[in-house]
């Protein structure tokens, strides 16, 4: 800042610039053209600019991208789950992790902070610059996402109770609607004071955070509080064969219809995952018109495609959503925190299930990414390079052999180069990423942190899983270990 006055610096010629066209509602590619930041602000994307400048960046082999938005993600405990639960589901539910290893594996409280650091990293390096964690509500959530410089929209979850499996093959839940209704006030009162944060880049929402595990009265009242501060909840729902029969044995409903019986299907509410529609092919279920309810609602959808593709389970598809006019994020929800291998699997997945090239496309992917992820969480000033939006971008080398040659740098990027060619990250204008490294904080100390907190969990698991298996009848390793 010079006299009073944001700094203002100028990349010039750009290579790329995936520039936002208001006129279309959509990015545009823009050739040897000019992007300017002041402060925390973009300020110019186009032509030559002739103002003053405070730095020059020659640009000419870079491509400049908007900030991705992660819509979904649980970074205050999954980075612990690494090497455990890539190739582990339930063969009697549904293929799912949730219920039989997912509570075995818990790391401990204290281990949240290192585990959402490492995460942070991660995304950061990935293009992210947007996070919403869908997590457990505490006073030090805020703080410890701003010592990371990354955006973040704390999205606290609150519940009646967890749920458990006894024997492998059926979901028991222990719910007290009592606790649960003290979560959401907790909640409420932690979301108000992280909006306050004087960083200025956190903000605290409100989560239900499962279907089955919330009241119709909690969702109702969450819903309301979340208007009354003009945001949408949201709300994990359709994740899962055995949720879908849980909610049809409580209310003789789909997750679909019962969320709109009660109220709360409608554009202030985002379904996390929202796979398991009546007409997924892994359910015969003709009784009901989910897919045309969602649409008709203008209910959102946060899509995140690898957790689900390590259990053979798929969206289907991204491009039917969003043809149909059902918006859509994309999250990486569990680890890695990488949301360029998001946008990847969201293309492959969605072709695999549709049986057509054509199912799932890349831009459908990148707007989801960005435009469309920051207009769900009702930042129109973020996921796009125009003038009066925030200073959130990457910064591609288009020198990286991954990038060449360049006819499509979107599809190079995606397809191939992945988070190698992310080479400087923004937010709000100041740099958190330069060469391939953050710049605000060291994860060495909190991957030690994680070892440990992973290490406690595996010497737990006998004595929490139902039948007392150890980690390696659980999860094998990939071969056999042996000394020497």
């Given amino acids: 800042m010079t006299d009073g006055v944001a700094k203002t610096t100028l990349f010039r010629n750009c290579d790329w610039i995936v520039a936002w066209d208001e006129a279309a509602q959509s990015h545009t590619y823009l050739r040897n053209a000019d992007f300017v930041i002041q402060g925390a602000d973009i300020v110019h994307v186009g032509e030559g600019y002739s103002g003053p400048v405070d730095d020059e960046v020659d640009a000419s082999r870079m491509m400049i991208i908007p900030g991705f938005v992660n819509v979904h993600s649980h970074p205050g405990h999954e980075p612990g789950w690494k090497g455990m639960l890539e190739e582990l589901g339930s063969p009697r ?3 799912s992790s949730l219920y039989e290893f997912m509570p075995v594996f818990q790391i401990g409280p204290e281990y949240t902070r290192p585990a959402l650091r490492v995460a942070a990293s991660e995304l950061l390096k990935s293009g992210v610059t947007t996070i919403c964690d869908l997590g457990r509500p505490r006073e030090t959530w805020a703080d410890e996402y701003a010592e ?13 109770g967890p749920w458990k499996t006894t024997n492998g093959h059926s979901v028991e839940y222990d719910l007290d609607p009592a606790t649960g209704d003290r979560l959401l006030r907790e909640a409420i009162d932690i979301a108000d004071a992280a909006s306050k944060h004087p960083s200025g880049r956190i903000t605290g929402f409100i989560g239900p955070a499962q279907i089955d595990t919330c009241t119709e009265g909690q969702i109702r009242d969450a819903l309301d509080a979340a208007r009354e501060r003009n945001q949408p909840i949201q709300i994990h729902a359709a994740q899962s064969i055995v949720e879908f029969q849980e ?11 019962w969320l709109d019986k009660i109220g709360a299907l409608g554009p202030d509410t985002i379904i996390g995952h929202c796979i398991f529609l009546n007409d997924h092919p892994w359910l015969h279920w003709p009784h009901a018109n989910d897919f045309e309810r969602l649409r008709d609602s203008g ?3 946060a899509h995140c495609p690898v957790v689900f593709a390590r259990r053979g389970i798929a ?7 969003v043809k ?12 890695p925190h990488n949301m360029l291998d998001e946008l990847r699997m969201a293309c492959y997945a969605g072709r695999i299930v549709a049986g057509s090239f054509t199912a799932s496309t890349t831009r459908d992917a990148f707007m989801a990414a960005t435009a469309v992820g920051a207009d769900m969480i009702r930042r129109p000033d973020l996921g796009r390079l125009a003038p009066g939006c925030k200073a959130d971008f990457s910064v591609v080398d288009m020198n990286n052999p991954y990038m060449q040659p360049d006819y499509e740098p979107i599809r190079s990027l995606v397809y191939s180069a992945n988070d190698r060619a992310i080479k400087d990250v923004y937010v709000d204008g100041l740099q958190v990423v330069r060469n391939g490294e953050v710049l605000n904080f060291d994860i060495d100390e909190d991957l030690d942190m994680l070892r440990r907190g992973q290490a406690e969990a595996i010497a737990a698991a006998p004595q929490r899983d139902w039948a007392g298996r150890g980690l390696e009848e659980l999860s ?3 071969f056999p270990t042996r000394n020497g």
């Fill in 315 to 321: 969206l289907n598809t991204l491009s039917r959503y």
């Fill in 324 to 335: 149909a006019g059902i918006r859509c994020g994309i999250g990486t929800d569990s680890f």
């Fill in 476 to 478: 094998p390793r990939v």
């Fill in 299 to 301: 209910a959102q959808v």
């Fill in 247 to 257: 909610i049809m044995r409580r209310y003789g409903s789909t997750p679909i219809e």
């Fill in 93 to 95: 539910l549904g293929q």
């Fill in 148 to 160: 990371t410089g990354i955006r973040a929209v704390l999205w606290g979850m609150f519940r009646s």
